[in-house]
Structures are given as structure tokens and as C-alpha cells.
């Protein structure tokens, strides 16, 4: 059982920055593909990055390419978001997933999840 615990989530101004963590328990971190997917209100859950158990492969969501980046440290059970020059479109709440899969956009794909950290950014 891997149990996820997001933070750093909070309201910024469009521009800003933020840097989402997501802790987790166990001892088989490095065995899992770590996700950050973004729910807004009205729309559905997508993918906006992934980095696979070794930080080899790394992907994102288009829109985010350039201003958003994935790390993970395998010694800390923890997956960082970082996440600059933030724009409204980014208002969504947040959630990390874990899984023994390649990094997918298919939310079915991941066994354990974060409980979400709200992330807004105002105009």
C-alpha cells in the first residue's frame, strides 16, 4: 500500500510561481512512474506530467512545456511540480498518482492517488 500527500498548493498571481510536493509512504518509490494530473471545474481530469521510476523519461501536457517541471528525489519518497509563469488556464485542483505503468494520460493506469491540493491563479 503507497499512501500519497500533496502540498503547496495555494493562490498566486497570474505570472507566479508554485512548487507542489507529493510524499510517499513505502519503500518501493522508485519502483513507481510518478503523475501530476489537474481537474478544473466542468472539465476533465488530464495528465500534465509524468517521470518514470528512474527520472530517465519525463513528459507533459503541451501547454505546460517550458513553465512547469517534474523531479523526483527516490531518497525522499517525494515528486516535485515546479511550476512558473502561471497563467489562469492553470487553476485546476492538483492530484499525484503512482503507478507500475508507463507515464500515460489514462487515469486508470495508476493505483494510488494524492488527495488533491487546490492550485488558483488570479488575473
Known amino acids: 500500500q503507497v499512501q500519497l500527500v500533496e502540498s503547496g498548493g495555494g493562490l498566486v498571481q497570474a505570472g507566479g510561481s508554485l512548487r507542489l510536493s507529493c510524499a510517499a509512504s513505502?519503500?518501493?518509490?522508485?519502483?513507481?512512474?510518478m503523475v501530476w494530473f489537474r481537474q478544473a471545474p466542468g472539465k476533465e481530469r488530464e495528465l500534465v506530467a509524468g517521470?518514470?521510476?528512474?527520472?530517465?523519461?519525463?513528459s507533459y501536457l503541451g501547454s505546460v512545456k517550458g513553465r512547469f517541471t517534474i523531479s523526483r528525489d527516490n531518497a525522499k519518497n517525494t515528486v516535485y511540480l515546479q511550476m512558473s509563469s502561471l497563467k489562469p488556464e492553470d487553476t485546476a485542483i492538483y492530484y499525484c498518482?503512482?503507478?507500475?505503468?508507463?507515464?500515460?494520460?489514462?487515469?486508470?493506469?495508476?493505483?494510488?492517488w494524492g488527495q488533491g491540493t487546490q492550485v488558483t491563479v488570479s488575473s
Open positions: 517521470i518514470s521510476g528512474s527520472g530517465e523519461y519525463i
Open positions: 498518482a503512482a503507478g507500475r505503468v508507463d507515464v500515460s494520460g489514462n487515469a486508470r493506469g495508476y493505483d494510488y
Open positions: 513505502g519503500r518501493t518509490f522508485s519502483s513507481f512512474t
